[in-house]
């Protein structure tokens, strides 16, 4: 089991930045993938970006690539998300989420993480 705890988000105006923070407790953090999604009102949850257990690589989403960098350390059992240049689409509950899977067709979904935190809001005004 991993428990995950995400932090960080708040009220910021349009070209403003945040970052991200989410907090993993448990077994075996550092053998996770990592990922960040978020889901705005009446949407569905999409990608946001994912990071390889060692750290190495990260994957982003055509919105938000160049704006967003996705980081962890292991060590502190936390992987964090640097959002700037914000938009007011970007706009939603985020939330941080653990796979076992590997690979980019894997973190781009949902539906291939194991583990989800309870989000931290992000709003971005114009």
């Known amino acids: 089991q991993v428990q995950l705890v995400e932090s960080g988000g708040g009220l910021v105006q349009a070209g403003g930045s945040l970052r991200l923070s989410c907090a993993a407790s448990g077994r075996s953090f550092s053998s996770y993938n990592m990922g960040w999604f978020r889901q705005a009102p009446g949407k569905e949850r999409e990608f946001v970006a994912a990071i390889t257990w060692s750290g190495g690589r990260g994957y982003y989403a055509d919105s938000v690539k160049g704006r967003c960098t996705i980081s962890r350390d292991n060590a502190k059992n936390t992987v964090y998300l640097q959002m700037n240049s914000l938009k007011p689409e970007d706009t939603a509950v985020y939330y941080c989420?653990?796979?076992?899977?590997?690979?980019?067709?894997?973190?781009?979904?949902?539906?291939?993480?194991?583990?989800w935190g309870q989000g931290t809001q992000v709003t971005v005004s114009s």
């Open positions: 989420a653990a796979t076992s899977y590997s690979g980019s067709y894997y973190y781009t979904r949902a539906n291939n993480y194991d583990y």
